[in-house]
């Protein structure tokens, strides 16, 4: 069983809608992450919060914004997404420590029509 | 910066098989060195992990020391499953501090394990 809990497990949407993607986890970590993974591809890193604020943002795109309501919850917000967007996005959190590892959540499968 | 140098997939093996995925690292100093697995339609799981020199993770069969002299972090197991059919990342931190840990994966090693 994951500790890091991602909903909607699969989500299809068109290149108009606003859709949102929840991550939540109550490991009491404070640095958590937005991943992009494509097909047979490692994990891409796309954001990092550190104590709910915005650290990394790796040059994504506007039409990805994240949000972290609390230390437990993390939202990325979905707006006028692409067909080349569509992949596994997935969810991330750890301690601060430089030899802590990532906990990942299952992932939202992302299909964009 | 850091980052790994993964052997290439996909690896086949008939079950009971010896497992071995390369995987080297370039680092300052001397980060924490882990290996991930993916199973089928799920996330990134911690396979296991070795924080310093010479130390050996081990988790569920596998296997991997972490080798100063040969900058090596390779995964090994002596007798594959059906079930450790996945992929296999080897990744360690990047070299950024105070934002997190960002960490370098690897390519992944893609592996099937038949009856």
């Known amino acids: 069983d994951t500790e890091v809990t991602q909903t909607p497990k699969h989500l299809v949407m068109g290149m108009t809608n606003k859709k949102s993607l929840k991550c939540e986890q109550h490991?009491?970590?404070?640095?958590m992450y937005w991943y992009k993974q494509k097909a047979k591809k490692p994990p891409e890193l796309m954001f990092v919060y550190s104590y709910e604020k915005l650290s990394i943002n790796e040059s994504v795109p506007s039409r990805f914004s994240p949000e972290c309501p609390n230390s437990s919850l993390l939202n990325l917000h979905l707006h006028a997404l692409q067909p080349e967007d569509s992949a596994l996005y997935l969810c991330?959190?750890?301690?601060?420590?430089?030899?802590?590892?990532?906990?990942f959540g299952n992932g939202t499968r992302l299909t964009v029509t | 910066g850091n980052s790994v140098t993964q052997m290439e997939g996909p690896v086949t093996l008939s079950e009971e098989a010896f497992l071995t995925i390369n995987c080297t690292y370039t680092?300052?100093?001397?980060?924490?060195l882990f290996w991930y697995v993916q199973y089928p339609g799920e996330g990134l799981q911690l396979l296991l992990k070795?924080?310093?020199?010479?130390d050996k993770g081990s988790n569920k069969g596998f296997e991997a020391t972490y080798r100063k002299e040969t900058t090596s972090f390779h995964l090994e197991k002596g007798s594959v499953q059906v079930s450790d059919s996945a992929v296999y990342f080897c990744a360690l931190p990047l070299t950024r501090t105070n934002t997190g840990n960002q960490f370098y994966f690897g390519t992944g090693t893609s592996l099937t394990v038949i009856p």
């Open positions: 070795a924080t310093k020199a010479d």
């Open positions: 680092a300052t100093g001397y980060p924490s």
């Open positions: 490991m009491g970590h404070r640095a």
């Open positions: 991330a959190s750890s301690r601060q420590g430089s030899r802590d590892p990532l906990h």
